[in-house]
């Protein structure tokens, strides 16, 4: 009976240091670097970029404007258990050093991934690509090449969608379409080949002295769509576009700003969909 005691003891001793070795073998989620966004379209790029390496959490609604955002006790948490915060440095995202310091974690990194441009345009996306990176090599260096890898292969994809967008964009003469829009939207318009009329900025602005000034542009260059910035206010010139007789749309800054966008790629498609159904 004894022998059989030492046996049974012998063996569970083994069963559990097989199962330690074979569990170090595997990785659990929390060796993850876990990273904290601002915004969709930095979360979005971690992913593409970290994958399984990361555990990534975003912050402000893709519909909503990060100026108007307000953090909740949730997010404090969020904030305190996380490695990395990656922010835009914008200056609507003032209430980002609140919320550090509500977070009370010592440990926090905060990189400001600071791309100028609108990020739905391919080119300022791979350098906002190359940016976080970057961010994320630093912050996870045993990652590195890991990251760079994936990377490629994500700007490889912006590439293809750019050429693919470009062509639709010419078959439907862009640049014969004369527009007024918000000012969030105009880069990406002028890269879409769209003739820029004039621009409005937040709804605010659009008092009716400035209406009236849109409107005789409007006129002059007959001007057919104009294009609202989703993240502001939904229609803000929807005013503007009866008095010109011209349509009225939003696009979207953010993946997931509409349905079913959640990445950048369906983000982008909406928005010339929703630009070329208008168009015609």
Excluded at 3 to 10: E, H, N
Excluded at 59 to 82: C, E, I, R, S, W
Excluded at 138 to 149: E, F, H, I, L, R
Excluded at 150 to 159: C, D, L, M, N, T
Aim: aromatic letters at 6%; hydrophobic letters at 40%; proline letters at 4%.
């Amino acid at each position: 009976m004894k022998r059989f005691s030492v046996l049974l003891s012998g063996s569970l001793f083994l069963i559990l240091t097989l199962a330690l070795v074979f569990s170090g073998c595997s990785t659990p989620n929390n060796t993850r670097l876990s990273v904290v966004t601002s915004t969709t379209l930095l979360a979005y790029i971690a992913q593409q970029v970290g994958g399984d390496k990361l555990n990534v959490v975003n912050l402000v609604p893709p519909a909503q404007h990060p100026g108007n955002f307000d953090f909740k006790p949730g997010d404090v948490q969020t904030l305190a258990n996380a490695k990395l915060f990656l922010i835009h440095g914008w200056p609507g995202e003032g209430y980002a050093d609140r919320l550090i310091a509500a977070s009370n974690n010592p440990g926090l990194v905060v990189v400001k991934a600071n791309v100028d441009g609108n990020w739905m345009i391919p080119s300022v996306q791979i350098a906002a690509i190359e940016k976080v990176t970057n961010i994320l090599g630093q912050a996870d260096g045993t990652n590195s090449s890991v990251y760079q890898q994936a990377a490629g292969e994500y700007k490889k994809r912006i590439q293809a969608k750019e050429t693919d967008i470009k062509a639709r964009l010419a078959k439907a003469n862009a640049a014969q379409i004369n527009v007024i829009a918000s000012i969030r939207q105009a880069d990406f318009l002028k890269w879409a080949g769209f003739n820029v009329a004039a621009t409005y900025n937040d709804p605010a602005s659009l008092t009716p002295q400035a209406v009236k000034e849109l409107v005789d542009k409007g006129k002059t260059v007959k001007v057919t769509l104009i294009i609202n910035n989703l993240q502001d206010s939904k229609d803000a010139g929807k005013g503007l576009a009866e008095e010109l007789g011209a349509k009225s749309i939003n696009l979207s800054n953010f993946p997931g700003g509409f349905e079913n966008t959640e990445t950048w790629e369906k983000a982008i498609d909406k928005n010339i969909e929703l630009i070329l159904n208008s168009a015609n």
